[in-house]
């Protein structure tokens, strides 16, 4: 266990890697949060809706897309359910919360947050209403495509009126600057994007009702003040609230009331210009990796690129730096390593906190095709999945057919190595990915060297997901964010010390890497080692090819008392143990996993999807005295 001085030794050391000026940011933004400053500066707003947000009579009902009817009826089903009070929270759990809903509760526990009578400065987040996540969910406004879609494809008034009905209860109930709703910059920037996209779709974006003027400022105010705290985050807080700046502003400086509002507009537009080109240059690598290490949260980002270059085109403005398309292409190509070009889902690496930005589709929420379709043809001219298939629908309601040429593309899977973050892997039928630790910004998982393997569009070893941010009252069998829920070696203590819910320190580094080498015979290998803040020594190789892959893992613990663990999360239920060999069948593949060591294998959980876990199987193996295992994949 690590020491009180060690620890504040590595809080130091961690802050100077995070940067000191970004330190300091985060720490002003506190100190105001805390002394009550932003309590006067952040004054109440009363809405006074005087009309409908949007009026049915200027809706443009053409869309050229076909719906297949399996699909047209759920999102009917989908659109019903809201109207009688049954909400969708991060596209997979239905909760009944009334209708109009209650904009505060957490569903998952029944706790409310502070409403309407409470500055939003005043609230904490990680109180007694558990993970405030599951109240902001509903107040980031995704039943609004889910609404929208559905009138566009029916012309059912009702669609409209319970979408208005709905915009009119929560702006009533929330205040600007009253509430859980607007404690946070993110989640207002969220709102202003669905507001915003929505008028987008139906044909309605300039000339807008008084409503929607009135809401847009409002989020507008409550984002600006605080952007320099978002930047400092150096994740996706920096990346929506810029966005949310530039396209709102701009909207505003087009569509304001009077040269105040123009003026405002214009100013807002500005900053998020600047704030958002330098936050896409910063936190991409030159290999498209995003900052946060995460795939959902890349999508998250991605997306939110897309809808800036959407409306810049929308609105005829000054084209984003060319380092600024330099690596949205990167972060475009990026997504689809990671996305399994069979089933469309991407990878659950890295945090996944259930947030799906581009709603205006009835994939699933696995499903990243929807996000790399329209940002491949946003931002390098091409389709790369078929034109024809539900993930085109953004593309349609965006009106984005015609604005360029493009040209069909054949996917495949390649080996690549990814600025020494990722090696991906590949091999006939199957693909692999294999983390390693070059972290530039604050890693959040324990997962160096974890070892991700799918096979004809089956994710068999695989990481075991999120969950929740905040487990309070929750029963939680493992630790999500844990070394233990990945596929690598357990040394009794975490790959990294834990510093706070969100920060890592002792940020771990590759001590040595091979890159990927040719052997023979379309035989590929690779190789890294590294030495953890404990002294525990771990060297991980693995060779491919089409129909074998063998992965060794060689150790060295810092002391004999240690026991070390390899963990490997098999997502499958149905499989044959014998020792120390596994059997899955897959469609047509039966796939033999054969270790080296004798093996355990028991129940454990992963999240695919935010507040979901299911049960898997579990491989257990613990390390012998020769410090070596090797594990084979057969595929016949």
Excluded at 110 to 130: L, N, Q, T, Y
Excluded at 325 to 345: H, V
Excluded at 530 to 543: K, L, M, P, S, W
Excluded at 600 to 606: C, R
């Amino acid at each position: 266990m690590i020491s009180l001085r060690s620890k504040y030794t590595d809080l130091i050391k961690t802050s100077y890697k995070l940067g000191i000026g970004n330190v300091l940011s985060v720490a002003r933004y506190r100190l105001n949060t805390f002394s009550g400053l932003y309590k006067i500066k952040f004054k109440p707003y009363f809405f006074e809706l005087k009309d409908e947000f949007y009026l049915a009579s200027n809706f443009n009902q053409e869309i050229t897309l076909n719906i297949p009817k399996s699909i047209y009826e759920s999102l009917l089903d989908e659109a019903n359910d809201i109207l009688s009070g049954k909400f969708r929270y991060y596209s997979f759990h239905t909760h009944f919360v009334g209708y109009p809903p209650d904009w505060f509760i957490n569903p998952f526990n029944g706790i409310h947050a502070p409403d309407s009578k409470i500055h939003w400065s005043e609230i904490r987040a990680f109180g007694k209403v558990g993970d405030i996540k599951n109240v902001w969910e509903l107040s980031r406004f995704d039943w609004i495509y889910t609404l929208c879609r559905a009138y566009i494809y029916t012309n059912d008034l009702k669609f409209i009126d319970g979408l208005n009905f709905l915009l009119r209860d929560w702006h009533n109930k929330n205040p600007l600057n009253l509430g859980a709703n607007w404690y946070c910059g993110q989640e207002a920037s969220i709102r202003l994007f669905a507001l915003l996209n929505c008028s987008l779709v139906l044909g309605i974006y300039s000339n807008p009702t008084t409503s929607l003027l009135e809401s847009i400022i409002a989020h507008l105010k409550r984002i600006y003040p605080t952007l320099h705290y978002a930047i400092a985050q150096k994740n996706n807080h920096g990346t929506s609230e810029s966005a949310a700046l530039y396209i709102g502003g701009n909207w505003l400086a087009i569509n304001g009331r009077n040269n105040y509002e123009k003026r405002l507009g214009r100013k807002f537009s500005r900053m998020g210009k600047k704030k958002l080109e330098l936050s896409i240059l910063e936190l991409f690598d030159s290999d498209g990796t995003f900052s946060q290490y995460s795939v959902n949260y890349h999508r998250v980002a991605l997306d939110t690129a897309c809808f800036a270059e959407i409306w810049r085109r929308k609105f005829d403005l000054e084209p984003f730096s060319k380092p600024f398309y330099n690596k949205t292409e990167n972060a475009s190509k990026w997504l689809r390593y990671f996305t399994d070009l069979i089933t469309g889902k991407g990878l659950n690496l890295g945090s996944n906190d259930g947030a799906l930005l581009l709603k205006a589709h009835s994939c699933d929420y696995r499903d990243f095709r929807p996000s790399c379709q329209l940002s491949s043809l946003l931002f390098e001219n091409s389709y790369y999945f078929n034109r024809e298939g539900i993930w085109n629908e953004p593309i349609h309601l965006f009106k984005l057919v015609n604005f360029s040429n493009p040209v069909d593309k054949v996917p495949q899977k390649v080996n690549r190595v990814l600025e020494n973050n990722y090696v991906m892997c590949a091999a006939g039928s199957s693909w692999a990915c294999f983390r390693l630790p070059s972290f530039k910004f604050r890693p959040k998982q324990m997962d160096v060297f974890h070892f991700d393997f799918t096979i004809n569009g089956t994710n068999l070893l695989c990481d075991a997901g999120s969950y929740s941010y905040n487990n309070e009252g929750l029963i939680v069998k493992r630790p999500f964010k844990s070394t233990k829920a990945h596929n690598t070696v357990f040394f009794g203590n975490e790959q990294m010390t834990q510093l706070g819910n969100f920060l890592s320190g002792s940020w771990l580094s590759i001590r040595e890497f091979s890159g990927v080498e040719y052997l023979e015979n379309n035989i590929y290998s690779m190789s890294a080692s590294c030495v953890d803040y404990a002294g525990n020594f771990h060297r991980r190789q693995i060779i491919w090819g089409e129909k074998k892959w063998i992965i060794k893992d060689e150790i060295e613990p810092s002391s004999s008392s240690v026991n070390p663990e390899l963990y490997f999360n098999l997502n499958a239920l149905d499989i044959e143990v014998e020792n120390k060999r596994i059997r899955v069948f897959i469609q047509n593949y039966s796939v033999d996993l054969i270790f080296s060591v004798p093996i355990i294998v028991e129940k454990a959980e992963i999240s695919e999807y935010y507040m979901e876990k299911h049960e898997i199987n579990l491989i257990k193996a613990t390390f012998t005295s020769d410090m070596q295992i090797i594990t084979e994949i057969i595929i016949s």
